[in-house]
């Protein structure tokens, strides 16, 4: 196996893994640990380059470091990518050659399931190292996306109490892109709050078991944004709010799942410009690791989830009173939240 870090400013520790013996090509992201090891899913996608896979895990790590710290939990930031099509390419010997990787580390960094990643596969991972978290023991923890999805509901009720003055989702509209496991979850929790949904996927079998169990009204990809709908939540892969989709935002308030839902920092900016309130995507959808979290240190119970889920609405609401009082966009308020954060624990330290 070949480590090799990379020189990338402002990361912690960023290294390039490879194992060709056993598909292995995969890069490793820490991007602060000052208030814990890095922890944050690993991702499989077939990125088209070194580079592409470079970026995302830079930003899906720095995210990590906002979303953990404001979510109270003593991790850091930590994200990895393998690149590889996880419909074709996955095998055990891969994981396995990732645990090894993580053993290299020494702590530094746990991972967890995300997209392309099952609880199956982590299980191999955990065969050969401790630094796994998001599997299931005696019923507590396990896979996060129920918990992720619960938690971007609440925050959904939180928006559209703030922006639209509603106590409740009976008859909200919602457009969601992306029903697949965190998706198809908020969902079900949305319809069965009375809210309407449309529903966008490529892939079709997962939109017509939304259009059959909940009602939903299918629409294409890519018209998913432009729906007329109260509220658009982007559940999959990130950068579907971008210079050229925003002219088409109707909905007053975005709100999902997905990381980086913003292609550009600009487009926090821009939203708030169109009168558009935006939910931090780290903020909104911070249940699953910090589940993921609870379950490494050992303190995972469900009465203490449902306390955190129940504490992400009123921590979004206290981003957009600090947003509007100060004039500024929520995404740059909720950074400046975490970065506080952590400048407090480094001079504690």
């Not at 379950?295 to 509007?324: C, H, K, V, Y």
Request: aromatic share 6%.
């Amino acid at each position: 196996m070949e480590m090799r870090e990379l020189p990338v400013e402002g990361w912690h520790k960023v290294v390039h893994v490879r194992d060709l013996r056993a598909g292995l090509d995969a890069i490793i992201s820490v991007h602060d640990a000052t208030l814990g090891p890095g922890c944050g899913g690993c991702r499989v996608r077939p990125y088209r380059s070194f580079d592409e896979a470079l970026e995302d895990v830079k930003k899906l790590s720095r995210a990590m470091s906002f979303k953990n710290a404001l979510a109270g939990i003593p991790f850091g930031g930590g994200k990895s990518v393998i690149i590889a099509d996880p419909r074709k390419d996955k095998t055990p010997e891969m994981f396995r050659a990732f645990g090894e990787a993580l053993n290299a580390l020494g702590g530094l960094y746990y991972t967890a399931e995300d997209s392309g990643v099952t609880e199956h596969d982590l299980e191999v991972v955990r065969s050969v190292s401790k630094f796994v978290g998001g599997i299931g023991a005696k019923g507590e923890g396990g896979n996060p996306a129920p918990y992720t999805a619960r938690g971007v509901w609440r925050g959904i009720e939180a928006a559209v109490r703030y922006k639209l003055g509603r106590d409740s989702l009976k008859g909200v509209k919602v457009s969601i892109l992306g029903v697949g496991a965190v998706g198809m979850a908020l969902a079900r929790l949305l319809h069965e709050a009375g809210a309407r949904l449309v529903v966008a996927d490529i892939n079709e079998d997962a939109v017509a078991q939304a259009v059959t169990c909940f009602g939903a009204a299918p629409v294409a990809p890519a018209r998913a944004i432009a729906a007329d709908v109260d509220v658009f939540s982007p559940c999959a892969l990130g950068g579907s709010v971008n210079r050229h989709s925003i002219a088409h935002l109707t909905a007053p308030i975005v709100a999902g799942a997905a990381n980086n839902q913003l292609l550009t920092p600009d487009m926090d900016e821009a939203l708030r410009a169109k009168g558009v309130l935006y939910a931090p995507d780290y903020v909104i959808n911070a249940a699953g690791v910090i589940s993921v979290g609870l379950e490494i240190l050992g303190r995972w119970s469900q009465e203490e989830m449902n306390r955190r889920i129940d504490a992400i609405g009123p921590r979004l609401t206290s981003i957009f009173e600090r947003a509007d009082a100060e004039g500024r966009p929520t995404g740059a308020v909720a950074d400046d939240m975490a970065m506080e954060i952590i400048a407090d624990a480094q001079k504690a330290a």
